[in-house]
């Protein structure tokens, strides 16, 4: 079967840089995708990554090892507004999305 | 602003009480997506539309059905709810599906099911 591991809920500092992780079991890639999503609230778009490598994007960075199944995006200088959840999604051979459950991010003053 | 709206925000509905809810997007995407999502979990697709081409996932309860009757909305059908349908019900679109094509959320429709 498919499937996208990501660690449930993490915890970090204002001002800090965080990891979250993701690894992935598809049937085929074609790209990966990190979303944001607050409580209650959509997902929005925040990255996306089809060759290996980092990607960056302001404070936010997306690493991709297609070798490894591995991806982690980076959040530096931590801002309250960065709670929230962080989906990883993979595209298969199909076209489809494959979404992992999503890491709950906490920060602390 | 282009952008994906759905309505309602909040919907209450009884028991085996059919529900509509409907999303409209302005951006003119080709593909348009439903997911359910529970508290805690990834995003289920449910169903997606390329064009008029409707694409039903193998696990999707026949209890849900879906209507695209143009570009510009989708509406999703559940015809006898029950207490395990309450969830975050989320649109999507999609300018295609291959190669770099982000989904747009729409805001969501929390769906209460008594």
Redesign the interface.
């Given at each position: 079967g498919q499937n996208?591991d990501q660690p449930?809920e993490m915890t970090a500092t204002e001002g800090a840089i965080v990891q979250i992780n993701c690894t992935y079991q598809t049937s085929g890639f074609?790209?990966l995708?990190w979303y944001q999503q607050h409580a209650?609230?959509?997902?929005?778009?925040l990255s996306?990554n089809?060759l290996d490598g980092l990607e960056e994007k302001g404070r936010f960075s997306s690493f991709l090892s297609r070798s490894k199944g591995y991806s982690y995006l980076l959040l530096k200088e931590l801002q309250m507004k960065d709670s929230a959840s962080y989906?990883c999604a993979v595209r298969d051979s199909n076209?489809?999305?494959i979404?992992?459950?999503?890491t709950?991010l906490i920060i602390k003053p | 602003d282009a952008m994906v709206i759905q309505n309602p925000r909040y919907q209450v509905t009884q028991f085996g009480k059919p529900v509509t809810l409907s999303c409209s997007q302005t951006l003119n995407h080709n593909v348009m997506y439903w997911y359910q999502q529970k508290s805690?979990?990834?995003?289920?697709?449910l169903f997606h539309y390329y064009d008029k081409d409707f694409n039903n996932e193998a696990d999707t309860p026949d209890n849900f059905q879906s209507r695209r009757p143009n570009t510009s909305f989708c509406f999703l059908d559940i015809r006898s709810p029950g207490l395990g349908d309450a969830a975050?019900y989320?649109c999507a679109t999609s300018a295609g599906?291959?190669?770099?094509h982000?989904?747009?959320?729409?805001?969501?429709t929390?769906l209460t099911v008594t």
């Open positions: 996208i449930t074609n790209g995708f209650g609230e959509a997902p929005t778009f996306y089809v989906l076209y489809q999305l979404w992992g459950a999503g709950k | 805690s979990q990834a995003p289920k697709l975050m989320l599906t291959g190669d770099f982000e989904q747009y959320f729409g805001p969501g929390r």
